[in-house]
């Protein structure tokens, strides 16, 4: 899923963008042989590549990270495809070939730009909007893709603190125009939804099905278009029941919509993938442009905002590559479009077969942080604490957090300097207080059809394709993750390492020297009520003197060693 977790480090930018040939920059990691490489073989004997030879694709979202990855690997690894109409909304000052040429100019897309200089030339790019009627679609664009033959519904409102009429609109509405849609297109073969594996979290164990809904989809549609937004907030805690927020709820109708309009008319796969991450082989290890989920968390604590996370770090966290999520869209609609299986609700994640506890990833990621991939953004020593109970965690969010961020704003102030901090702890905060459900409680996932599909592919396509994680080896994975979170998320070269280096160094002797000095504060408070404190405290003093004297370590060298 696209869980958001707002970067706190970004600023607001205009892009400027004029209508320029797509160029990237930088290469993929020569040592991966995975994807089109393999297809070097007679592509015959890809059977999913064949599926989609001769296709005409539609996809929602492909300006989104799901949706960015989606549209290169389906060029890259099947080069039968005819056509792929990517349904883009215009912005004031973009049009969605601007929109579309900031798309492909990315470094994302070097591989297949160096593969296939001309890929471009298959992509259209239709303006629409999914909030409007018939999608905002003008009638000569509704009559391109009335011609596609595959569809897969990326789009949604990831914003777990939507309200619910915002929400409804982006993850419902929008799919119910859709269907409508698609039942037009007279040579559809499959729909694919991509939907979250949390659209039923008030569920401790979650089947690969679609449940019951909570409240009928079509009638509360119905009634949040006559239902001014201070009513429809104060209803929205019955409609969310157990669920924590709008998104889950909104989610979990959209699939109901999407199984009743289809019927038995238009063959369907629903793909439930769980936090969605950087890619893990193609077309480059680490890449990520999404500061939603954990990478949001991962960047705040390598800035050392992040001091304090509400997390049981005993719990399983359930992450996926986003590259295994897409493998799965592509692969899923293979399947259902060629055998009709029974089932066709994909799980999609990591926790059945290579579980990893954010105890562990904590361990792994910390250390990368601090020394492999420091940031030079950073601003304290990153030193991030896991706390299960609310209580304590909002003292320490207070403690670490609050006053840290009045005492720098007001320092600000003085200084005639715009206050910024405790605007950007608001931020952490709320992305903090929506991720708050998937960091203290776990789930249970049936996976029996995503397994059917492993076991469906060939040899080829498992190697073209592959969804399954098995070897997925988590310590490299989240190497190639963090360090990608420092190029393409927080945009620091490699090249300056050695600075960002020492600028860690700086930052951790000014961690130890306010522990110290707090500690001192405390102790001296001590002292000054109690004599056989002083007397004990004297005593340490000229005994770790006497130590070092007698090993010649001198004070300046005392201090280097970062005591």
Known sequence: MNDPVSNPMAEDETVL?????????????????????????????????????GKTILITGATGFVGKVLVEKLLRCCPGITRIFALIRPKRKQSVRCRLNLLLDNVFFDRLRDEQPDFASKITAIPSDLLEDNLGLSNSDEAKILSSNVVFHCAASVNFN?????????????????????????NLNVLVHCSTAYSNCDRNHIEETVYKPPVDPYKLIETMEWLDDRSANAVTPSLLGKRPNTYTLTKALAEHIVVTEAGDDIP???????????????????????????SGLVVASGTGLLRIVNVNKDLVTDIIPVDVVVNTLVTAAWEVASTRPDGFVYYCGTSSVRPLTWDRLREIVLPLLRRTYPLEKAVWYPKPYFEPESLMYTYWTLVSHRIPAYLFDAYLRLRGARPRMVRTYDKIHASSAALQLFTTREWRWSDSNSRRLQSALSPVDSRTFPIDVASLDWVQYLDDYTRGSKLYLMKEELSRLPQAHSHMKKLRRLHYLYNMFVAMV???????????????????VNFVMKILWSLGVSWKLFMQLGF
């Open 268 to 294: 369907v796969a629903i793909v439930r993938p769980t936090i969605i991450t950087s890619t893990w082989k193609e077309p480059m290890p680490g890449w990520n442009d999404s500061f939603n989920g954990l």
């Open 17 to 53: 963008c004029a209508e320029q040939p797509w160029y990237g920059i930088g290469k993929p990691d020569p040592d991966i042989v995975v994807g089109s490489d393999i297809l070097s073989e007679p592509e015959t004997e890809s059977e999913v590549a064949n599926f989609y030879r």
């Open 162 to 186: 939507d309200p619910l009429k915002k929400a409804l609109g982006s993850n419902c509405s929008s799919i119910l125009k859709l269907m409508d849609l698609a039942k037009r297109m007279s």
């Open 522 to 540: 405390v102790w001296k408070i001590f002292l000054l009520r109690s004599s056989m404190a002083r007397n004990i405290w004297q005593k340490v």
